[in-house]
Each structure stands twice: as structure tokens, then as C-alpha cells.
């Protein structure tokens, strides 16, 4: 098993990112006699910021007559603690995947949400019922799903194609260097799966010293690793030709796929798919604005309608059945979702509990490994 000689990439730590970037075609509705207040709302930028704005934002506007303003945000917990503490909170929703939420939530970090404020289905049918299973926290309420996959590009490999998650560790028949994200989560799954282990045995494995050293043996078999933080990174890595595979976001790919006609494709065996949540911070300036927000975008038409534009899968069965066509290209967004049948046949669904309540341990673990290999 070769050691990795080369391990790139930045040195951020998973903080909040706290420039916001404004949306200028928000506007408050005409019969407003003077402009409500923005509601600051922490997102991942991007096409998925596009989709949202699209989808969420504008529509939002247009019937409350609130302004979006839109800050960037990279995952982890730090910047929002240090706001908590100081008492000077600069967000009203942060969209937050659901093992951070599960995590703030036990820190006191967030408001309690219930899902008595959200709308019933077109038909009646109660969120209750209408929403997936685990899709209420105490503090979090799910709205769609994501899944962090495998992409590569097609030039890189004329010959046999990668079919299989293990293929992103066998250096041998598919050379070249790699990109993956800076954090334990997914790439600890990917290489436990590597070795066969059974889905159904990651996490109880991952529990010991043994499974984790044995999924970072995975990682060592790769000769270059450029290690990405931003969701937009490992696009651009594989359309400037820098790497050959890399780790990303489903709807990230998907739209360099169909707006910059990228030449790579989605590798979706393995893919670990993970609910995406809205929670409102402790200390919110306004606490029923972002309520109200939660409500509108969490709306069966609201959900299908950024599920059009990105390939999210609705947290809510009612939405999913109106997923359509894309609104440019006319595709048929239900087959790109990674909730799709086709595409969830060798899912992995992230355990976030698991990863509340071992972050710290398992984040200083990775942490110190990447430490060690950094100069090999």
C-alpha cells in the first residue's frame, strides 16, 4: 500500500463565513409603505444559492415584501458559538446539514422549532405524514436531501470508466490525482467500502481505532490529494483538469454538467446522502420573519420548485410527485435526484446522530492524521 505523497489544499478551518453578498433584485412589494427589514439568511452559495434565489428567495419577497439577504457559510459550528456568546447574532436562518444542527441544538445554540408552523400538503395531508421520516429535530426541520457523490472526468478514462466507489482508491486502473473534502464525514464511509465492509456495520466499525485506521488506510493508497472546503472547488478542479475525480455535491456537478457542459460524469454507487435543515440561532433579530420563511419554503409547491432547478430531493412525498422539467433545458429532474430509486440503490444514509455525538473525537482524529501526512 503506497503512502500519499502530496496532500493540497487550503488550511481553513470549518468556520461560518460571515461577508454576506446581497441580492439587489430583491425588492419589498409595491404597496409597502416603507421597507421591512432583510432577513439575513446563512447559505452555501453557489448554484444552489442561484436555485434558492430562484425558488425561495425572490418568491418570498415578492409575497412578504422582506428582503433576502444571503451570507455565505462552509458548515461547522465556530463563528455561530462565538456570535451566541457575544450576543450580537448577524443571522435569522442558517441553512445547516442535519448532524451540525443536531450538534448546535445540544449546545443550546438554536431555537426550538415544532413542526406545528409548517403548511399542510396541496391535499391536506399533515406535514406529520407528509414529511420523510426523521425530518423533525427539536431544533431543525429538514427540507431536502443531498448527497455527496463521485464525479470524474470523461477524457480521463476512454477506456473502462469508474462504476464502483472502491474505484476512486484504485490508482492503477484510474490514475490521477483526487479531490476530497477536508472533513472525516464521507471519507471515512468511502474507505470502509473500499474494503467491502457491509453498510450496514460503517458506523459500528468507525466506532473503533481500528475502523478509522483502516478507512485512512484507503486514503493512503492515493498518490495526490487536493483537499476542498467551498462546494464550488472541486467543479472547477475537474473542469480546469486538476484532478480526475473528485468529491462534491450531487447539484453542484449537475449544473456544470448542464450550464458549462462539462465533460464529467456522476458517480452515484456509494453516494452518502445526508438531510439539509433550516434552523433559526439563538438571539435571532427576527424569530417570526425566519418562522414565516421556514413555512414558505417548506411548501410542497416551494420544495418541487428548487427540486426543478437543482437536483434536491424534497424532504416532502407530496413535493416529490411535482418534481417536473428543468426550466431551461427541459430535462426530467426526477432522474438526477439522488432520492431517485435508480440513483439510491447503493445509498448510504448518513448517520448524523453518530456524528453529533462524535465530532469533536473524530474531527481531532482526522485532523491529526492530515497533520501527519502533510509534508509526505
Known amino acids: 500500500m503506497a503512502p500519499a505523497r502530496r496532500h493540497r489544499g487550503g488550511l481553513g478551518a470549518l468556520l461560518l463565513g460571515l461577508s454576506l453578498t446581497l441580492n439587489p433584485g430583491l425588492a419589498p412589494a409595491a404597496d409597502s409603505e416603507e421597507s421591512a427589514e432583510a432577513l439575513t439568511v446563512l447559505s452555501w452559495g453557489g448554484a444552489y444559492e442561484r436555485a434558492q434565489r430562484e425558488a425561495w428567495f425572490d418568491p418570498f419577497t415578492a409575497e412578504t415584501g422582506i428582503p433576502i439577504e444571503a451570507a455565505r457559510y462552509d458548515g461547522g459550528l465556530a463563528g455561530l458559538r462565538d456570535a451566541v456568546a457575544s450576543g450580537e447574532v448577524p443571522w435569522d436562518v442558517i441553512d445547516m446539514t442535519r448532524s451540525d444542527a443536531m450538534a448546535a441544538c445540544a449546545e443550546g ?136 475525480m473528485a468529491s462534491g455535491y450531487n447539484g453542484r456537478f449537475f449544473d456544470a454538467m448542464v450550464h458549462r457542459d462539462a465533460p464529467i460524469e456522476i458517480l452515484w454507487d456509494g453516494q452518502v446522502q445526508e438531510h439539509e435543515t433550516w434552523v433559526i440561532p439563538r438571539g435571532a433579530r427576527h424569530p417570526e420573519a425566519a418562522r414565516d420563511f421556514i413555512r414558505f419554503t417548506t411548501t410542497t409547491e416551494r420544495l418541487a420548485e428548487l427540486a426543478r432547478r437543482i437536483p434536491y430531493g424534497p424532504a416532502r412525498r407530496s413535493a416529490t410527485r411535482q418534481v417536473t422539467t428543468h426550466p431551461e433545458t427541459g430535462q426530467d429532474m426526477r432522474l438526477h435526484l439522488p432520492t431517485h430509486p435508480l440513483n439510491a440503490e447503493n445509498a448510504i444514509v448518513k448517520d448524523e446522530a453518530w456524528y453529533a455525538r462524535t465530532q469533536e473525537r473524530i474531527s481531532d482524529y482526522f485532523r491529526d492524521w492530515l497533520a501527519a501526512h502533510a509534508d509526505e
Do not use: K, M
Not at 188 to 194: I, Q, S
Not at 202 to 222: F, I, K, M, N, V
Open 109 to 244: 445554540l438554536l431555537e426550538p422549532l415544532s413542526p406545528n408552523l409548517l403548511a399542510p400538503a396541496p391535499d391536506g395531508t399533515p406535514p406529520e405524514r407528509d414529511f420523510l421520516p426523521d425530518s423533525f429535530g427539536r431544533c431543525a426541520i429538514t427540507h431536502t436531501l443531498f448527497a455527496t457523490v463521485v464525479a470524474y472526468r470523461r477524457d480521463a478514462f476512454p477506456g473502462q470508466r469508474p462504476t464502483a466507489i472502491g474505484d476512486l482508491f484504485d490508482t492503477q486502473r484510474f490514475p490521477g490525482p483526487r479531490a476530497l473534502q477536508r472533513t472525516p464525514a464521507v471519507n471515512l464511509e468511502w474507505g470502509l467500502l473500499a474494503y467491502r465492509v457491509p453498510r450496514e456495520e460503517l458506523y459500528g466499525l468507525l466506532s473503533t481505532r481500528r475502523g478509522l485506521a483502516l478507512a485512512l488506510d484507503s486514503l493512503e493508497r492515493l498518490d495526490t490529494i487536493r483537499w476542498w472546503e467551498g462546494g464550488e472547488q472541486p467543479v472547477e478542479w475537474l473542469l480546469e483538469g486538476e484532478v480526475v
